[in-house]
């Protein structure tokens, strides 16, 4: 995040952005190399990881810079850093099948890590191919989350269990990244003719804030219910730096949060109100507690990885990563962060964003071509999985959560088609449709496992 | 209101994307809820016990809400949604059917003058360029093209018409049509199919299961438990469950074979798995599913069906040389149509426009009239 932060203080000087992330990232990705060659390997898994990560957030941050001084310079350093990230990724899955022995296919550490490849080498597609230069500015704060989240699902490499030792497997999951991919794509573009179509700031700003509302308030009703409640008795310690430790009462955590939460949720309740009376003095209240709850959200994420208590679930089996706690509320804490900044871009830089877009009717045909590919790999998808489970199972449909989710995110898709084709839906209501397929998206990748349970449980 | 009317009336509505529509979000809404409330039976009645009141549980049992997915509301809704698959495909069909089956091969004067994409190219008659000359050099371009162009001899007038993936107009009800293939299959299954679980003991034998409610099926053939067992990686964790098995028939030799986790056995009209649960290798489960060959079959089709639709385009071409009634002058109509992406296709039809009138170009050049215009000139 660190360079993030820079770029958010920099508004002025005009290289000065390129070369601090450039040095940032090059200063800690020695400092990771320097203390992982202490051990005999140099290019380990983690250090590959960290790269990853430090190139991806690189990127993201210079789409960010861009928002911020409209330099197209940025852009090309941006581009340079996705491809850079991707070989980092490509580098780190390499390393885990040869280490594994099996093609990294098999659990949610590996899929998600594919996912995240699989968005590169779309993002870079849709770069130089079709020219939306600025697509990364949705990919890459998408691929960030993925490679947050894939940091804190490593396990030791298992061997594979007898349910997963199918040829089947490897076809399915394959198709279903690439599907997945796909929809990401197809949302990534749909946000661009979104932006380009001119839908007004103000409903970014109720779409953004009440996305990261959505996800901050489950996320701190999970962190308040570990830790007892409101009323719960406790000490937390806080590592802030090297031995200098911080102790606060769980309860204290708790209501902070809570209060946290309140900020977040000013926004919405500002846009709710706007769009019953008009008024330019609610936007401005709503936007400054947009940028309050940027650093709040910032805080508390801070505060969530430096916890050492009895929230930092040291669960078994889990290698220890630097950011601890639950992996899917670390994961929530950072897109909500991420989707907020969006609107920051959004809300400074739009006349430059839309001066770099293609038009919208080119956005909005490849939007559709994005889900043209992505449904034919859906279908695939569960049809493959379908024959597995016959196979492994004895029956082609279960109705396992997974498998429901994945049927209902194809029924999704397959709505989108007819209203585009039959009724003849475009541009604006598509989009829309496009975002909210991705929604669903996101909710059988990850909701399913996280929220609800069934015999898909490997993924 | 007579009953003729009446089935229009209710044939529309059921034709209609509206009523697609609601009935896609109610599948989509209930299959949701099966996934979000516990359901029967694969949650134990104690965990259901424990997770809601008894209030609540009576309310969802009552409602079939523990059970979603075999719950007669359900079940109707998906008839209900291929009911309207069927009328939709249907009321839609004999225009699909035309477009397949009756190609317009001639473009009249009001298909010439709305089409899109089109282009006119104009014939100077002084190169020596004629009706003949200019279809010659539009056969040529399209042949260039991979397009098998055919003449087409309409009101006295010659014109040329060419397409591709005529397939496609109909691939929507392939997919359509494989949707219904595998809702038959699977209500085949539900209706004739069965499953039980058969333990047995080394030496014992089977020639029948006993389903969940106590029922009796023949296997068809004898089944002699040998023996099971497993396997383990070096760090402990199991690697694969086997178990042997014999097949015993009258009149053939017994067939020894094994069961594992992912290879099950097919044999005559059952499938025997291996069971997942307990890992003791001793309990198998069996399968009789008389319908999953119309579900694959429906995949199979549902997957081509797709090809066809997203990438496979029904491109259209024609040419007709057109004299002007005004002025006399000839000169050569271009027209193409698709059915879908048509903006991948303007490109591709300009670069036809212009390979036309390169090949007049090479026409002129070809008669070696001397003339030193190029013959051509382009209008629109």
């Excluded at chain 1, 889900?371 to 034919?376: D, E, G, N, R, S």
């Excluded at chain 2, 409602?63 to 079940?75: A, E, I, N, Q």
Aim: charged share 15%; with cysteine; glycine share 8%.
């Amino acid at each position: 995040m660190a360079q993030q932060e820079t770029a958010e203080r920099q508004p002025q000087g005009g290289k000065t952005l390129i070369v601090l992330a450039g040095l940032l990232i090059a200063l800690l990705l020695s400092t990771a190399l320097l203390s992982g060659s202490r051990g005999a390997d140099l290019l380990t898994e983690t250090t590959l990881l960290y790269a990853t990560l430090l190139f991806y957030v690189g990127a993201a941050a210079l789409y960010l810079g861009f928002g911020l001084r409209a330099t197209e310079a940025y852009l090309r350093w941006a581009s340079i850093a996705t491809w850079l990230g991707l070989a980092a990724n490509t580098a780190a899955l390499a390393h885990h099948w040869y280490q594994a022995g099996h093609p990294p296919l098999t659990n949610l550490y590996e899929t998600l890590l594919s996912f995240v490849w699989a968005l590169a080498v779309l993002t870079v597609v849709a770069q130089g191919r079709y020219g939306v230069r600025v697509i990364g500015m949705i990919t890459m704060p998408l691929a960030i989350a993925g490679v947050v989240l894939v940091e804190q699902l490593r396990t030791a490499v298992h061997p594979l269990s007898p349910l997963l030792q199918s040829n089947w497997l490897q076809v399915h999951v394959t198709l279903a990244i690439l599907a997945y991919a796909a929809c990401a794509v197809s949302f990534a573009l749909a946000v661009m003719f979104l932006i380009q179509d001119r839908v007004e700031t103000r409903t970014f700003l109720a779409i953004c804030s009440a996305a990261s509302l959505a996800i901050y308030a489950s996320v701190v009703a999970a962190c308040v219910r570990i830790w007892g409640g409101l009323a719960g008795a406790g000490w937390a310690e806080i590592a802030i730096w090297h031995g200098l430790r911080l102790k606060a009462p769980l309860v204290l955590l708790s209501w902070a949060m809570l209060a946290a939460l309140a900020v977040v949720a000013t926004p919405v309740a500002c846009c709710a109100l706007d769009f019953r009376k008009p008024g330019k003095r609610l936007m401005q209240i709503a936007k400054r507690c947009l940028l309050a709850s940027i650093l709040l959200q910032g805080l508390s994420l801070a505060v969530l990885l430096r916890l050492k208590g009895p929230s930092a679930a040291a669960a078994s089996g889990r290698l220890p990563t630097p950011l601890g706690s639950n992996p899917f509320v670390v994961t929530g804490l950072v897109s909500a962060l991420l989707i907020s900044m969006f609107f920051l871009v959004l809300a400074w830089r739009r006349a430059d964003l839309e001066r770099l877009l293609p038009p919208v009717e080119l956005l909005d045909r490849i939007t559709y071509r994005a889900i043209c590919l992505a449904f034919p790999l859906l279908t695939l998808t569960i049809a493959t999985g379908a024959y597995w489970a016959n196979q492994a199972w004895g029956s082609y449909w279960n109705w396992d959560p997974k498998e429901t989710w994945a049927a209902i995110t194809w029924l999704v898709y397959a709505l989108y088609l007819h209203m585009r084709i039959t009724v003849g839906w475009r541009g604006r209501r598509a989009a829309y449709f496009a975002v909210a397929g991705f929604a669903v998206v996101i909710f059988t990748f990850f909701g399913v496992t996280y929220l609800l349970r069934g015999m898909h449980a490997f993924v | 209101m007579g009953t003729y009317a009446f089935v229009r009336k209710i044939w529309r509505i059921a034709a209609s994307i509206e009523t697609g529509v609601v009935l896609l979000m109610l599948v989509v809404i209930l299959a949701a809820l099966g996934t979000i409330v516990l359901q029967r039976p694969a949650t134990r009645p104690d965990e259901m016990q424990r997770s809601y009141s008894p209030f609540l549980l009576r309310i969802l049992d009552a409602t079939s809400l523990t059970d979603v997915y075999h719950s007669w509301w359900f079940l109707g809704l998906l008839l209900l949604v291929s009911l309207c698959i069927v009328a939709a495909s249907l009321d839609r069909l004999p225009n699909r059917w035309r477009y397949f089956s009756l190609p317009c091969k001639f473009p009249e004067e009001g298909f010439r003058r709305t089409l899109q994409p089109q282009r006119t190219l104009d014939l100077d008659p002084e190169a020596g360029l004629n009706e003949a000359a200019a279809i010659a050099a539009a056969e040529l371009a399209l042949a260039a093209r991979g397009y098998r162009s055919q003449r087409v001899v309409h009101g006295g007038q010659t014109g040329l018409f060419a397409e591709r993936n005529r397939f496609s107009q109909l691939a929507v009800y392939v997919v359509h049509l494989s949707l219904l293939l595998i809702f038959l299959g699977a209500i085949v299954d539900g209706l004739l199919g069965w499953r039980a679980r058969l333990t047995l003991h080394p030496g014992q034998i089977a020639s029948a299961v006993q389903l969940g409610n106590g029922a009796l099926r023949p296997l068809g053939f004898t089944l002699r438990f040998d023996g099971a067992g497993q396997e383990h990686y070096p760090d402990g964790t199991l690697k694969q469950v086997w178990t042997s098995v014999t097949i015993i028939e009258d009149g053939s030799p017994p067939r020894p074979t094994r069961i594992l986790i992912n290879a099950p056995l097919a044999y005559r009209q059952v499938r025997i798995y291996q069971s997942h649960t307990g890992g003791s290798g001793e309990e198998l489960e069996v399968a009789h599913q008389p319908g999953s060959w119309i579900v694959w079959c429906g995949v199979v089709v549902m997957g081509i069906g797709l090809i066809f639709v997203f990438y496979l385009v029904h491109v259209r071409l024609w040419v007709v040389p057109v004299r002007s009634a005004k002025t006399g002058k000839l000169s050569v109509w271009l027209g193409g149509s698709v059915n879908r992406h048509r903006d991948g296709f303007e490109p591709r039809f300009n670069d036809l426009a212009r390979s036309i009138e390169e090949e007049l170009k090479r026409t002129v050049a070809a008669q070696g009239n001397g003339v030193s215009s190029p013959g051509i000139g382009q209008a629109e």
